[in-house]
């Protein structure tokens, strides 16, 4: 099914947003008191300021006010996220793993890019940062990124008989039972920016902008993937260069009309114009995109000699192992480091005072 998970804000600010409180705080710890201290990370202090921060970004368009229960629960990932953040980046010091200035410019002027100097100030300012404050939760975005590449997902290998083994025990997985599209897409959300209908108007006005400057980029001969990776606000097709999980030709009946005619109307290696982004269970508009037609399979078997199809398995089994080796690289962190969350301490012992 072709679905939109929505963001509140666009990739490349929601995660400097999280990691906020690792910008340079390190001076501060050595003021904070007891109660302003939610957590240690071999001896670095995570601020309750850091937390609300990036709390209060999170929320600012929220159209009703988060539950007690929900506030605890929100400002407690955040917590996770930044503890394990700060895993990463202390690790990678000890690696001498750094972000260069070029990497973190080009990042920088790709964020950049799809706004006006006004709009980009503007967006910026809403999440509670200067322009620095962004450009170093980039630079620690970027290390981590590298650190990770280096400890373990660029040793990640796909052999033949890996892709072969995976084809035969599922080959009638392969078998399709109607044709399937291969669609990929490139995503701007539109936040409800507050209440009002003036506010929602500039919001939506903005996400159209947005898109028109990515479909000219399109239109002059830029990669789709290339876009999609660098401005799509949808975080579950944008690492992958948009692209989407395959679609039974059944499913579109489940999408609005416009979306619908302007798929079926698409041969492959073709893109769309932009369409607006229903959410298919609300049936709202939530923003925008463009979608492209990769490749219409027709029903039957296929065969591991197609090329997409061992393109496909080598993903899933490279994505799968990956994923693996995060979660095992991450718990070894853990395990190997001193940590004290003292906020969630606080819950617990909240419970029986209730």
């Known amino acids: 099914m072709i679905h939109v998970r929505v963001r509140q804000e666009s990739r490349v600010f929601l995660i400097a947003a999280m990691a906020f409180g690792l910008a340079g705080c390190t001076g501060c710890n050595n003021k904070a008191n007891g109660k302003d201290v939610l957590a240690k990370v071999n001896g670095y202090k995570v601020l309750r300021s850091e937390v609300d921060k990036t ?15 929900e506030e605890e629960n929100a400002r407690l990932n955040i917590l996770r996220s930044i503890i394990d953040v700060q895993l990463h ?25 799809p706004y006006t100097k006004e709009e980009f100030e503007k967006r910026v ?7 620095d404050e962004f450009k170093q939760q980039l630079r620690h975005n970027i290390t981590i990124d590298k ?15 890996d892709i072969q083994s995976y084809y035969d025990e599922r080959k009638a997985e392969f078998n399709l039972i109607e044709p399937q599209y291969y669609l990929a897409h490139i995503f701007v ?12 108007t500039e919001s939506d006005a903005q996400a159209h902008k947005k898109i028109q400057n990515i479909y000219n980029r399109l239109e002059s001969g830029e990669d789709f993937a290339s876009l999609a990776n660098k401005y799509s606000d949808d975080p579950d097709s944008a690492n992958n260069g ?11 009946k489940t999408l609005d009309a416009p979306t619908r005619e302007a798929v079926q109307k698409l041969k492959a290696g073709q893109y769309s114009g932009i369409l607006p982004a229903i959410n298919p269970q609300t049936h709202l508009q939530e923003g925008y995109r463009i979608i492209k037609l990769l490749s219409k399979q027709a029903q039957g078997q296929r065969e591991l000699s ?4 061992q393109q496909w398995i080598r993903t899933q089994l490279r994505n799968q192992r990956e994923q693996l080796l995060r979660v095992a690289y991450d718990e070894a962190l853990h395990d190997n480091a001193e ?14 005072q209730k």
């Open 306 to 309: 197609d090329p997409a199809v």
């Open 125 to 131: 300012k809403e999440l509670g940062f200067t322009e």
């Open 89 to 113: 980046l202390q690790k990678a010091e000890k690696l001498g793993i750094v972000a260069t200035d070029d990497e973190v410019d080009t990042k920088f002027n790709q964020a950049k890019a």
């Open 242 to 252: 948009g692209e989407l999980q395959p679609a039974p030709e059944s499913s579109l």
């Open 147 to 161: 650190l990770l590449n280096k400890e373990f997902a660029s040793k990640v290998t796909i052999s033949d008989s």
């Open 189 to 200: 959300h539109a936040p409800p920016a507050g209440p009002s209908q003036a506010a929602r």
């Open 339 to 352: 940590i004290h969350n003292y906020y969630a301490e606080q819950i617990v012992q909240s419970v029986g």
């Open 55 to 69: 709390y209060n970004s999170q929320i600012a368009n929220f159209r009703q006010k988060p539950t007690p229960a």
